[in-house]
């Protein structure tokens, strides 16, 4: 087990209904099967992260398998580029862990000794994570400050999430790798042409970190013909909500077909 104690660094073990560290600080296990390694002290918040209505509008959603081609080829990069290696996998911030869980199926199908983390720190969206999959090992905790050891992992994923570049560094094994995805310029162009005046593309400029070199990128575009709750849920998943006016959000949630498109930046980054 890669993780260690968030508030000493040391290892943690685990034992029968919880983890345990040297000195003796112990994290339980909960019901649903996570484990919560996010001390209060280092909360800036009280319920930090998505709220139960995001996390069930994403969950419908991707339950829609809109984003599967996406999902699909980042499960496929990582089976490819983590051959030979333990296959120790974290998705960082992976939410209800719906990619998690993918990456997950795909890799075990080839090594049962596959181990995969979902990391999160929304308690809600982990709370789903665990309950309904059982085959990956989910937490609360800070994409800041990560519980992992040094060098424990083969790769970290991380989908539409923050991180700290220093803390991703520290985790992954030498010769490891972070694959990332990021909107394209053109991802979502729809919805910022009924709420913005003025439309902007996203920047694909691939991300300059220290110590990883860039080895692969790629773009996955598609076209979504979403239904309208769909669409809706797609609008609540992201920042475009609180820009979006109460005509758009109405117009949206009734609409029976909702032409959208996906559009992914897919960067792999080898740690030198």
Not at 91 to 109: F, P, R, V
């Amino acid at each position: 087990m890669a993780y260690q104690c968030p508030l000493c660094h040391t290892p943690l073990t685990h034992q029968v209904r919880s983890y345990v560290c040297d000195n003796q600080h112990q994290f339980d296990i909960a019901k649903e099967g996570y484990v919560n390694l996010m001390p209060v002290q280092h909360k800036r918040s009280k319920d930090p992260g998505d709220n139960k209505a995001m996390t069930q509008a994403r969950r419908r959603f991707l339950n829609g398998s809109h984003y599967d081609a996406m999902r699909d080829r980042v499960a496929t990069l990582c089976t490819e580029h983590l051959a030979g290696t333990c296959n120790q996998v974290l998705d960082l911030g992976c939410g209800e862990g719906y990619y998690t869980t993918h990456i997950a199926n795909t890799l075990q199908s080839r090594d049962n000794n596959a181990t995969i983390y979902g990391l999160d720190i929304s308690k809600v969206a982990i709370r789903y994570a665990a309950k309904r999959y059982h085959h990956c090992h989910f937490s609360v905790a800070s994409s800041q400050r990560l519980p992992f050891s040094e060098h424990s992992l083969d790769a970290v994923v991380r989908i539409y999430a923050p991180s700290n570049p220093k803390e991703i560094l520290r985790c992954i094994r030498p010769g490891g790798f972070l694959l990332t995805v990021t909107p394209a310029a053109r991802h979502l162009f729809e919805y910022k042409e009924c709420i913005y005046d003025t439309v902007k593309l996203h920047d694909e400029t691939p991300e300059s970190l220290d110590g990883f070199t860039l080895e692969h990128s790629e773009k996955v575009n598609y076209t979504m013909a979403l239904p309208g709750s769909d669409a809706f849920d797609l609008l609540q998943m992201t920042p475009f909500y609180w820009h979006a006016n109460d005509n758009f959000r109405d117009s949206l949630s009734q609409a029976t077909i909702f032409p959208c498109e996906a559009d992914f930046m897919v960067h792999l980054y080898r740690k030198s």
